[in-house]
């Protein structure tokens, strides 16, 4: 079953704006993945942050995990037409097989 | 570097054939392997993994099965495919070390169409 649930599950910005969607989930993690898919293709690691961190940077991403809320943020700044894409967010349980997704962010930016 | 690949990238069955899809890794060794499946407009859903050859665990019961018969090489089969398979199915690779995160790295997809 799908742990994550993203929100909101559509988002539609004009270009140079922030976008941030978050992730709620239900169970304890070891660490929780955000990816990025195009329509129709496979998904892309995007960034990976550790159920003992609360925020990680890479570029123009910034995630926030607060495990207490069970929940997570991930925010694009300075938005490209580029960045258009589905976005999901995955779950890592304690152990070693496969990922949690949640249904995913369909992001839009509006040149 | 690592690469890895799904074939067909498209496909079209009739109900009631047969399936087999093929996910090969290159450039590490002893992946843990996975197959996913994603509906449309939904996330994805973890369907087998394996953390080796020979080894496979299934997440959903289905009449879908997986095999691994070789390190790199992981092949998702159907004896008889129903309209609810249809789909976009996706493969992933992760490293196996004790010390990583299960950062998992996706092919390019294969979608199943059951008419």
């Known amino acids: 079953s799908q742990q994550g649930e993203e929100d909101p599950q559509a988002l539609s910005i004009q270009e140079g704006e922030n976008a941030t969607m978050n992730c709620s989930y239900k169970t304890s993690i070891n660490n929780l993945q955000w990816y990025r898919q195009n329509s129709g293709r496979g998904l892309v690691h995007l960034i990976l942050?550790?159920?003992?961190?609360r925020e990680k940077h890479s570029g123009r991403l910034r995630v926030t995990l607060d495990t207490s809320k069970k929940s997570s943020s991930l925010l694009i700044t300075a938005s490209r037409a580029a960045d258009t894409a589905s976005y999901f967010c995955?779950?890592?349980?304690?152990?070693?097989?496969?990922?949690?997704f949640g249904k995913g962010t369909h992001l839009i930016i509006q040149p | 570097s690592q690469t890895i690949h799904q074939w067909p990238a498209t496909l079209v069955q009739p109900v009631g054939s047969p399936l087999s899809l093929e996910c090969t890794v290159e450039g590490t060794s002893n992946p843990n392997l996975y197959w996913y499946r994603q509906a449309a407009g939904r996330g994805l859903q973890l369907l087998f993994y394996s953390v080796g050859i020979g080894q496979i665990s299934s997440e959903v019961p289905q009449n879908l099965s997986a095999s691994r018969p070789q390190d790199r090489q992981f092949i998702l089969s159907s004896k008889k495919l129903l309209l609810s398979d249809s789909g976009f199915y996706l493969c992933?690779?992760?490293?196996?070390?004790?010390?990583?995160?299960?950062?998992?790295?996706f092919g390019p997809g294969t979608r199943l169409t059951v008419l």
């Open positions: 992933a690779w992760s490293v196996m070390a004790v010390t990583s995160y299960n950062e998992q790295f």
């Open positions: 995955a779950t890592d349980a304690l152990r070693t097989d496969g990922l949690t």
């Open positions: 942050i550790r159920s003992n961190e």
